[in-house]
Each structure stands twice: as C-alpha cells, then as structure tokens.
C-alpha cells in the first residue's frame, strides 16, 4: 500500500510532467532525489481548511511549527514537521480567507465546497480528491483569476499536492542554487523570476527557486482551455549561529513562490 505521500506524488506528476523529467535528469546525474516539502492549497472554510487538511499528517506523526500571513494575496499558512522522522518532506498548507474576498468568489467557493460532498470524506481521500467539484466553468475561472489566481488554481485542481520542492543540501553534484537552476535552464526549463531568480539568501537561512507551472488542457464547460497546472521548487537551507538547520518558510519568498502557477506569468 502506497503511503498518502507517495500516493500525492503519483497525482501530481499526471499533470506535472516537468517534475517526473527534473528527477530523471537528476538521477541520471547520480543524484538520489529527497523533498524538502510538499505544499497544498484551500479554502478557509471550515469543511476544508488547514486545520482538517492537516490531521491526516497530525495522525502521521507531524506537528504544526510555523504559521505565516500574507495580506495582499489574503492568504494564511502553516508548516508542518514530522516529530521524529528529520527526512519525511515538511508540509506546508495555505488557505485563502475568503471573508477578505469579493461576494463573487466567496459565492463560488461556498456553493463547489456545498456541491462536492466532502463533508461525508475522509480527509485522507479528501486531500487526493483534485477538482471534486462538478467540471468547471473557464468563464468563472476567468473571473476568479482576474481577482485571485490562487482562487482560480484552486477551483480549477483543487486537492492535490501544488508542488514538490527538492532538497538542495541533499543533492551530490550542485554547491549552490544557482548551479541547481543554471542546469534547469540548460535543460530547457523556465524559471519563475517573480522577485527575481532566486528568492531569499543565506543570511535569511534560505534559498528558494522554482520552475513554471506546466500547462494541462483542462476540460471546462465551455470546452477545452491550457491553464498553469503545478510546478517544480528547489529548496536549499543554511544553519543558523547555534548550527541548527532552518527548517521555517520565508513570508516574504514564499510571497512569489506561489506566483509559480500564475495565468499572467506563463503567457
Ligand atoms: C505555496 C507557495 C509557498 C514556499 O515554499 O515558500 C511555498 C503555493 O504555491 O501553494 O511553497
Ligand atoms: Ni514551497
């Protein structure tokens, strides 16, 4: 039996296929791929929010460590460690507050979540459910996105795992970030410069990149549409005075970390 995390990583590779050719050009360097965290988006209702998404890890064995806020994509956050186990992939959730938003998203949102029957879920079936919903409209999506991409994203794909994020310090053959992205490049991949290349330093303890969503044909109500799908990120983390190893986010990289599925940036 595949464990949830394993079972996550099957579904988004079916519409990340970046991902699965990333950790072949690593491993065909010789590099043994680890994650450094998984990340999962929602809403802040409470059939669905960071609280219920979390207990599926709660059960594994994870505590919450950090809870982060940012105001202009009117989102809150949380990362999750594993108490014991310092190689499971950290867990971060983010939930957008829709009390923040517009009576139009707030309205598309209630009435998918009332529509998807999760209340009768599990949560572990509920966090690998994708767009549980009824097959999207591209015109609300449209409109949601012109107000939140985040919305738009989530509408669109729902549960599932956003992005899987490799753990740079683990990698043999690759001293810094830039030599991690600098061979993405190489390989043909797009970079999200959003804040520019490379998000946050060594003196923040943290060092983040990441590539573009793919783009997946969706099939909405009015027909087939791309839209950015998930991505790819790269995480490498300095020790502070002490010489403990960061294991937090930073608000502010994070910020443009999720830019990565953004409509207006894979134009
Ligand atoms: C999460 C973006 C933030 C990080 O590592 O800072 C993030 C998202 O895109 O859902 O993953
Ligand atoms: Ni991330």
């Known amino acids: 039996m595949k464990n949830i995390l394993e079972k996550l990583w099957d579904q988004y590779v079916e519409i990340t296929p970046s991902a699965a050719k990333i950790q072949s050009i690593f491993e065909d360097k010789g590099e043994k791929i680890e994650n450094d965290h998984i990340a999962i988006r929602t809403f802040n209702n409470p059939l669905v929010n960071v609280e219920r998404l979390s207990e599926p890890f709660i059960r594994m064995g994870y505590e919450k460590k950090g809870e982060y806020i940012f105001e202009a994509k009117k989102l809150k956050a949380a990362h999750f460690q594993h108490r014991s186990d310092k190689d499971a992939p950290k867990i971060f959730i983010s939930e957008l507050r829709l009390e923040l938003c517009s009576e139009f998203l707030q309205d598309v949102a209630d009435s998918v979540i009332a529509a998807s029957g999760v209340e009768d879920m599990e949560i572990d079936q509920l966090l690998l459910s994708g767009c ?50 600098q061979f993405l490049k190489d390989n043909g991949f797009k970079m999200n410069t959003s804040g520019g290349e490379i998000k946050g330093s060594k003196e923040q303890l943290l060092e ?13 109500q009015e027909g087939e549409y791309e839209v950015p799908s998930c991505y790819y990120e790269f995480a490498k983390r300095y020790e502070d005075s002490t010489g403990a190893l960061f294991e937090g986010f930073i608000a502010s990289s994070a910020d443009k970390i999720f830019e990565s599925t953004d409509t207006v940036l894979s134009k």
Request: aromatic content about 18%; hydrophobic content about 40%.
């Open 208 to 220: 983040q990149s990441s590539i573009l969503a793919d783009k997946v044909k969706i099939d909405f």
């Open 132 to 181: 549980v919903w009824s097959k999207p409209s591209y015109k609300i999506y449209q409109r949601l996105v012109e107000e939140s991409e985040y919305a738009g994203w989530m509408y669109v794909f729902g549960f599932r795992a956003n992005h899987f994020t490799i753990h740079c310090n683990k990698l043999n053959n690759f001293e810094t970030l830039e030599d991690v992205n």
